[in-house]
């Protein structure tokens, strides 16, 4: 079973209806097994969980805004899909904060039972209204490339109608990692993205070495998707308006306002 760790690489999108587009950008992603949080950020006096720092982690930023750690509310959410939870180790891929401040277009939680292999997979997506919405990738056989379809139902990109099929295409994360999503619409594919990243280890040299190429991974990734937006509308690309999120949605704790910082339950409805 693999430890925490670090994964370096380029992500990809392309848009294949009009107008089409194509850009990548390096990137870099933590990979940190859920039960080892204490222990990594003892060894690691950059990061932290749950209180500032130059880099941490925390977990209101996954599955719902409240305070609970992360891997009870996942495996709640499982279990409210009719999933029993595998049981063992939770790794979860994501961006870290940096200087209190992040923005994950899509995390992953690969699920592990007891005997170290991978059942489920849990996309994680954010959109820059504040809201997210889950996908679960259930594995076909064990430790194998998790590969899933699922309807779009979440509006990520007013340039993106809320229609179509994602295809998911996801491999255990191990010296190397791939994830790779197309966006099919009309038996066509509209859209796809591909992360390849190769596997660093999690410790503060590494860090900083990291951070020094690549300072702002989370915001940069927030000004890109923003950038591209802008050349999709100068290029007349179609406009839709969001609509309400699907139930299952939540509003993230970035994404609230008054009174809805009441609502815990990641399976209530925005």
């Known amino acids: 079973m693999p430890s925490s760790a670090l994964y370096v690489g380029r992500i990809r999108h392309r848009r294949m209806s009009h107008p089409e587009r194509e850009f990548s950008h390096r990137v870099w992603y933590a990979l940190l097994d859920l039960d080892e949080l204490p222990e990594v950020t003892r060894r690691i006096p950059l990061l932290s969980h749950?209180?500032?720092?130059?880099?941490?982690?925390?977990?209101?930023?996954?599955?719902?805004?409240?305070?609970?750690?992360?891997?009870?509310?996942?495996?709640?959410?499982?279990?409210?899909?009719?999933?029993?939870?595998?049981?063992?180790?939770?790794?979860?891929?994501?961006?870290?904060?940096?200087?209190?401040?992040?923005?994950?277009?899509?995390?992953?939680?690969?699920?592990?039972?007891?005997?170290?292999?991978?059942?489920?997979?849990?996309?994680?997506?954010?959109?820059?209204?504040?809201?997210?919405?889950?996908?679960?990738?259930?594995?076909?056989?064990?430790?194998?490339?998790v590969q899933s379809e699922h309807d779009k139902v979440f509006h990520v990109s007013p340039f993106q109608p809320t229609t179509g099929q994602y295809r998911f295409r996801v491999t255990p994360p191990g010296a190397r990692l791939t994830v790779h999503i197309d966006v099919v619409r009309d038996g066509n594919r509209a859209f796809d993205a591909t992360l390849s990243a190769e596997r660093r280890p999690l410790s503060s040299g590494t860090l900083v070495r990291i951070l020094a190429r690549q300072p702002r991974t989370g915001l940069q990734t927030l000004g890109l998707i923003h950038y591209q937006a802008l050349l999709l509308w100068l290029k007349r690309a179609p406009f839709f308006t969001k609509p309400e999120p699907p139930p299952g949605a939540w509003r993230t704790r970035h994404g609230q306002s008054g009174d809805e910082t009441r609502h815990r339950d990641p399976r209530r409805r925005a």
């Not at 805004?65 to 999933?83: A, H, M, N, T, Y």
């Not at 790794?91 to 489920?120: E, I, K």
């Open 50 to 145: 749950n209180r500032p720092n130059l880099i941490s982690f925390d977990d209101r930023d996954h599955m719902g805004p409240d305070r609970e750690d992360v891997r009870s509310k996942l495996e709640r959410w499982l279990i409210s899909k009719g999933v029993e939870p595998p049981g063992g180790a939770i790794f979860l891929l994501t961006h870290l904060r940096l200087a209190g401040h992040v923005f994950n277009p899509v995390s992953f939680f690969y699920c592990h039972d007891p005997d170290q292999m991978l059942r489920q997979v849990v996309a994680e997506v954010n959109n820059t209204f504040g809201e997210t919405y889950c996908y679960l990738l259930e594995a076909e056989t064990a430790n194998a490339v």
